[in-house]
């Protein structure tokens, strides 16, 4: 089966063109390869930032019109506008209730009880909406803006940007407006302007982009990228993080359709730490989906449109601001994703230090200019890769129905090529018959370049922990959701840095969490909070009662039930959680009513009080206690549901009799409570007329077992697709009357074993709501084939390098397997998904005879069947990037004819073998090797007459903590080193900076030392990583 070919276009520098061409393998290109069936005959392949000005919404200060001056004095016949901008940006939100209405009203919102608020769309789905989202005010409460539409009379010249004819300005076809290139990537020189790439970026407030609505972006109007919000820091004081609920299906639809994905988070950080922490925030949401970021990872750095935003109101300086963005961007990088920034010109210009944010650090720049402009230009000269152009386009649609949720949309230019450019635009598939691509090999290196030692992490021995505090009662084990650990500024992860176990977490009191050290971690530590009694006062249902007179002390007693956030109740207990307390005297009057206060006090898990009145009639009267009342059993009841299928109340008819005759539903009243969901609900029954006082009768709602129900369309087998399987056609139907039941109202759905084939997989259906029990169903797992894929099905791309330099223990070129899938690509492991086994890589091969050409065999495993082929050319490698080791000579004696020890290593540790792969001269102290055979080039070391060895020292060294970064050694580490009975000093050797092997986790690691002055060679020394012992701040 074909599938399209991936051609990797190499990036260049703004005013470069980029070529597609195949050259000499030994530069650092990146081609495309060949992946052939086994059996085939095989042949050689042929040559083949975020605002532009109207509004610049992060700033919160007043432009100037010199960029107006600037554009006449540069052009008298192009004008150019930035407008000023509205001095009550950033003023706090109006509260008045009218204006509140009239934008909940024009949204369709409703304000819900916890402060959060509602949005119902066109087909009744509801979405809750966090007041303290940055960008709830953008596209809620002051989302009046004029709109950009969709320019409809663009022509084919304006759709992009050709490789021959770049002008500047240019027209823009998504706005029909005209746009001038930046300072950074402006030149006379048409043939050398960056190419244009249009672009977008969403949150939640988008909604979910559908894979059929992105594609119609991506091939209708060519959007090429977009920005995806992974997460936002409220801008309330607190500074809550919260995650975007639409982040991972739009990520996964995205990059499904062919557009290059970046990402996002809406910062509101005040320190460099909290800078950090969003970045791990955001990495944690990114997840599993690290491989379909494809453009940087970018800290959304502005103010919120509020004065009492925590950003605008910690009123940093320049130097702060620009602190927190590096924090932020060091961690994206330390994790292997491209960094970057996005902030308004006037942030970038006025708000920090450009020269001091890291080059690495790309640059997505916000200017947005006025809509009265002929060319639309910026005053921005940094650098930049990206440039948010308007925050208020609008018009993207098929067939009269819009492609996402809001009306206003950001949208963006990207200057040059993409990152890697690894995924061309008619990338839909890739035929296994047809590899691959090379790696960038700039990147390679990047991933193989070690972390400097000068730059590891300040070690601590304290650790803090966060997110536990003090809570009110509820009556389950409390637990907190946000703890977190951090070891000085790095932040432990869970199960594999420590574990957390809760004791007395239940009840009113002082409760513990225990932290204990685990993997490169010893230790534990516990923190304690509070469990708070919960406050009865104004919360209590306590009917009052009537008693008839008896002459004696009578201490009535109601039933009294706490009333919940939620608005139900819950039954409290005499004696555990509150008690009754009586006046004196409680023996009424014969010849009148007497009315006594009843005090209820809490205890235990309970506290404050509340009150009830008992009154005892006289002893001649007409007034009939309700208590007199016989109440007949109320049988269980079944679950009630409205025409759509929603629960509704249940209120049974009482039967009330009164000495055997029927009592008329004039004398009481009823009040039901708890009386919608399954389980015990309650009616209180209070007198009217001469029938006086109240009393509660329970009776239960039963659960419908959804066991019975039928369930439909679930597949009994399904294919491997790296991510959790999960059935999507299942019906679930109940009763004679065939109801459809709804996930999320009726039942909840779970899965166990659905990731990986060869075992069963399960589906579990568990009732809510009216309905109890569970269903399980089993399927399914059958593994992948790596020899199958079309143009609808999962599809692999194999990316290796077509020439690698020969090696000693066998050419081996390094081997990535992508899994394309409906729902994104997944590298495939080694050893894990698939096996390696190589033919013909033992010599210098060009590959040109095809019975003796180079190849590798990905063959499937676990998850994966299937074999694929790859073959490849083999080089002569450059000894200039072999180890080459000297001994120095012990002896002083400088004419001696003794040689030095030579001993020559391959990037594989082999040795390599004098007289066969490289010769070698001695001119004085200085050593060439010059390779032969399979080997060119030359490399050169020098050795040293010394009267002493250091290489059989004895040593001593202190052990060392783990760090969590490479843990090097200073020579006060080294308690002892001793030749013979002779003590070395700090002078007699120093430690090779380099040389660490295995220096990161627990366990042991060495280094080399060379000797100094009289002391000669090198000797690797060993040393032990033991855990790091957490101790509480």
Excluded at 24 to 45: G, M, N
Excluded at 600 to 615: D, L, P, R
Excluded at 727 to 745: F, H
Excluded at 800 to 808: G, L, N, Q
Aim: with cysteine; glycine share 8%; proline share 4%.
């Amino acid at each position: 089966m074909i599938m399209a070919l991936l051609v990797s276009s190499i990036p260049v520098k703004a005013g470069d063109e980029a070529e597609d061409t195949i050259v000499d393998p030994s530069a650092e290109t990146e081609e495309i390869i060949e992946v052939e069936e086994p059996s085939e005959e095989i042949e050689d392949p042929s040559e083949e930032e975020k605002p532009s000005e109207e509004d610049d919404h992060s700033d919160k200060k007043k432009d100037s019109h010199e960029d107006d001056q600037e554009a006449e004095d540069s052009d008298s016949d192009i004008t150019t506008d930035e407008e000023i901008l509205d001095e009550s940006a950033g003023e706090e939100v109006s509260e008045d209730p009218e204006s509140d209405d009239e934008w909940m009203s024009e949204h369709k919102i409703t304000k819900r009880s916890d402060g959060t608020y509602e949005e119902i769309d066109e087909d009744g789905n509801r979405t809750v909406i966090d007041p303290d989202d940055p960008e709830f005010y953008k596209f809620y409460k002051n989302s009046k803006k004029e709109l950009i539409p969709l320019n409809r009379n663009f022509s084919e010249t304006d759709s992009f940007l050709s490789d021959d004819e770049r002008p500047d300005p240019f027209t823009c076809r998504l706005t029909g407006f005209k746009y001038s290139y930046p300072s950074y990537y402006k030149t006379n020189d048409a043939s050398k302007r960056a190419r244009i790439r249009y672009g977008m970026d969403i949150s939640k407030y988008q909604g979910v982009i559908s894979y059929e609505n992105w594609k119609i972006l991506k091939d209708t109007y060519g959007i090429e990228f977009a920005f995806i919000r992974a997460g936002y820091r409220g801008w309330g004081s607190a500074g809550n993080i919260r995650p975007d609920e639409c982040f991972d299906s739009n990520i996964v639809n995205a990059r499904k359709a062919g557009v290059q994905v970046g990402v996002y988070f809406y910062s509101q950080a005040i320190t460099p730490e909290e800078g950090e922490e969003e970045a791990v925030k955001c990495l944690s949401y990114i997840g599993s989906r690290k491989d379909l970021v494809t453009l940087p990872v970018v800290i959304d750095y502005e103010y919120s449109d509020s004065k009492t935003g925590r950003l605008i109101a910690a009123k940093l300086s320049r130097k702060a601001h620009t602190d927190i963005v590096n924090a932020f961007c060091k961690k994206i990088a330390e994790s292997g994703l491209m960094p970057g920034i996005y902030a308004s010109r006037s942030m970038l210009v006025d708000d920090m230090i450009l020269s001091d944010i890291a080059k690495e650090n790309n640059i997505w720049m916000a200017n947005w200019p006025s809509s009265t402009a002929t060319v639309k230009s910026t005053s921005y000269t940094g650098r930049l890769c990206s440039w948010q152009y308007t925050d208020s386009f609008s018009g993207f649609g098929d067939k009269g129905k819009k492609l996402m949720k809001s009306d206003a949309l950001d949208l963006d230019f990207w200057f040059g090529d993409f990152p890697g450019e690894e995924h061309p635009e008619d990338d839909e598939t890739i035929d296994p018959s047809i590899p691959v691509e090379e790696p960038d090999p700039e990147e390679e290196e990047k991933k193989e370049e070690p972390r400097k030692e000068d730059e590891q992490e300040e070690d601590s021995d304290t650790f803090v922990v966060s997110g536990v505090e003090d809570r009110e009662y509820t009556g389950s084990p409390i637990t907190f959701e946000d703890l977190t650990v951090k070891r000085g500024k790095t932040v432990l992860q869970p199960d594999s840095d420590y574990t957390v176990k809760y004791s007395n977490n239940t009840r009113v009191g002082t409760g513990r969490v225990a932290i204990t050290g685990k993997g490169n971690y010893s230790g534990t530590f516990p923190v304690k909070f509070k469990i708070n009694p919960i406050d009865i006062t104004g919360r209590i249902e306590a009917k009052d009662i009537s008693l008839s007179y008896t002459g004696r002390v009578q201490k009535g007693t109601t039933d009294v039930s706490l009333r919940l956030d939620d608005g139900t109740y819950r039954t409290l207990k005499s004696g555990t959680d509150f008690k009754f307390v009586y006046p004196d005297g409680l023996t009424g009057d014969k010849e009148k009513d007497c009315r006594y206060t009843i005090q209820i006090v809490g205890k235990g898990n309970y506290e404050g009080t509340a009150s009830f009145t008992e009154t005892i009639l006289k002893k001649e009267t007409d007034m009939i206690p309700i208590g007199k009342l016989s109440v007949s059993r109320i049988k269980n009841q079944q679950p009630q549901f409205s025409d759509s299928g929603s629960l509704i109340p249940v209120k049974p008819e009482l039967v009330v009799k009164y000495k055997g005759q029927t009592v008329d539903e004039g004398c009481y009243e009823l009040e039901y409570v708890n009386n919608t969901a399954p389980g015990t609900a309650s009616v209180f029954m209070t007198g009217k007329g001469n029938v006086t006082g109240s009393r509660k009768i329970d009776f239960k709602i039963s659960s419908l077992p959804l066991s019975k129900a039928s369930i439909t369309g679930i597949e009994s087998t399904v294919t491997y697709t790296s991510y959790p399987v999960k059935q999507t056609g299942y019906e679930l139907r109940y009763g004679s009357d065939d109801t459809l039941l709804v996930e999320g109202r009726d039942y909840e759905v779970s899965y166990s074993n659905n990731i990986n084939s060869g075992r069963s997989a399960a589906i579990t259906f568990t009732g809510i709501g009216a309905y109890s029990g569970s269903v399980r169903k089993l399927f399914s797992i059958e593994s992948a084939s790596l020899s199958e894929g079309s143009a609808k099905n999962p599809a692999i791309l194999v990316i290796m390098r077509k020439t690698v330099p020969f090696a000693k223990g066998g050419a081996k070129p390094a081997v990535k397997v992508i899994y394309t899938t409906t729902d994104g690509e997944y590298t495939l492991i080694e050893n894990e998904d698939y096996t390696l086994s190589y033919e013909n890589n033992t010599s210098v091969n060009d590959g040109t005879k095809a019975s003796k050409r180079p190849g590798v065999y990905i063959t499937g495993k676990g998850n994966f069947t299937g074999k694929l082929y790859a073959s490849y050319a083999i080089t002569a490698a450059n000894i200039a990037a072999s180890e080459l080791y000297v001994s120095d000579i012990i002896s002083s004696d400088t004419d001696s004819e003794t040689e030095p020890d030579i001993v020559v290593f391959d990037s594989d540790k082999e040795e390599l073998e004098r007289g066969t792969d490289y010769d070698c001269s001695i001119n004085g102290t200085e050593v060439t090797i010059t390779g032969t055979g399979n080997y060119y080039g030359e490399k050169s070391s020098s050795f040293r007459y010394a009267q002493k060895s250091i290489e059989g020292a004895a040593v001593k060294i202190a052990d060392k903590p783990y760090t969590g970064s490479p843990v090097t050694l200073s020579k006060e580490d080294i308690t002892m080193l001793k030749v013979g009975q002779d003590l070395l000093n700090e002078n007699d050797y120093e430690i090779i900076a380099g040389s660490y092997e295995n220096n990161i986790s627990i366990g042991k690691a060495s280094v080399k030392i060379r000797g100094l002055g009289e002391y000669g060679g090198i000797k690797t020394i060993r040393f032990k990583i033991v855990k790091k012992k957490i101790k509480q701040l």
